[in-house]
């Protein structure tokens, strides 16, 4: 489909790659088209779907989105609200999405919606929804704390009608396929924040190593060299979570409690690296001069997106058997 035919780990060398970016919108804007709206059609979609939207998709013709998140239902997927009922050969949506990346934009939408009045888990589907059809309401672009280079939009659908065709693989499967989406976004999420971790730790480094108080430079004090090599420990102990979770999903293995912790593990780490690094830059760190304080702002969303730290703590106790299953 246009692709070069690699595994899943050469997505995330590019995904690691793309953190030399000195911002965090555009890595997530590629993230989405390559590893968040895209998985379930590539392994469940049919062939003339694949054609009509996966080969143009990779080949970056047109921009894609992921319609998940609603107004009442974040994290909580299975309390979404979106209607697509089956009239003839086809559905008709109603509802809205919200914190839709590239929605202002998108060409299409990989949508989840309730096909039917079933189980919550067993009641949804996943259908490819192009954004230029009557009905389709791009409300706003959404103002945010960061990743303000990114297009995040808010959408209602209005009776906007879709050929049933356009249903990737089976009615009521949508809440298993994009739980399994869940697993690459999370992953690419995590490394996409390595690289510019690392890069604000050096850059502290230098910035403190320069930057004279009460005669000395910051860095020659213990506590800030020593929480420097701590902060640096972290982001390696975090790239070894992620490489072992993604060779253990290349070969074929459930990576859903693992991908979860190095998900909660990362958007902590990002707050605190970059809460720390900031602290030494003084008030620099407080001005939008400098790369600490943007990232300050734009990996604060590593604990929100894709699922929040709460979700992934209660994720990784049912793994752990603390929790009853539901």
Not at 111 to 127: F, M, Q, W, Y
Not at 230 to 240: C, D, G, P, Y
Request: glycine share 10%; net charge neutral.
């Amino acid at each position: 489909y246009g692709g070069m035919g690699l595994d899943f780990s050469y997505s995330i060398a590019v995904a690691e790659e793309l953190g030399n970016i000195r911002c965090g919108g555009v890595p997530m804007a590629v993230g989405v088209q390559a590893g968040m709206a895209t998985p379930a059609l590539t392994r469940f979609g049919s062939e003339e779907l694949k054609k009509q939207f996966l080969v143009p998709t990779i080949a970056g013709d047109i921009v894609a989105c992921l319609g998940i998140s609603e107004a009442g239902a974040g994290s909580d997927v299975a309390n979404i609200k979106t209607t697509a009922v089956r009239k003839g050969d086809e559905y008709v949506i109603n509802g809205g999405k919200m914190w839709t990346t590239s929605g202002c934009q998108a060409d299409w939408m990989c949508l989840l919606a309730n096909t039917s009045e079933g189980p919550p888990h067993r009641n949804k589907s996943l259908i490819c929804l192009p954004m230029n059809l009557p009905g389709v309401h791009v409300a706003k672009r959404i103002d945010k704390l960061g990743m303000r280079s990114s297009d995040t939009a808010q959408i209602f659908f209005e009776d906007v009608r879709v050929p049933s065709k356009n249903l990737i693989g089976e009615e009521g499967k949508g809440f298993t396929y994009q739980m399994l989406q869940f697993q690459e976004e999370r992953l690419w999420g995590v490394a996409t924040v390595l690289t510019p971790l690392e890069t604000i730790i050096k850059e502290t480094i230098d910035y403190t190593r320069q930057r004279k108080v009460f005669d000395q430079p910051v860095l020659h004090n213990q506590a800030v060299h020593f929480r420097l090599a701590e902060l640096a420990t972290e982001v390696e102990l975090l790239r070894s979570l992620l490489h072992r979770t993604v060779a253990l999903y290349v070969e074929g293995n459930d990576v859903t409690k693992f991908a979860s912790m190095a998900k909660l593990k990362a958007g902590r780490l990002a707050r605190e690296v970059t809460d720390n690094c900031l602290q030494f830059w003084g008030g620099m760190g407080f001005t939008s001069e400098v790369l600490v304080s943007r990232f300050y702002r734009d990996l604060r969303l590593m604990s929100i997106g894709g699922g929040t730290d709460e979700t992934m703590l209660s994720i990784i106790c049912k793994y752990m058997e603390t929790l009853p299953s539901k």
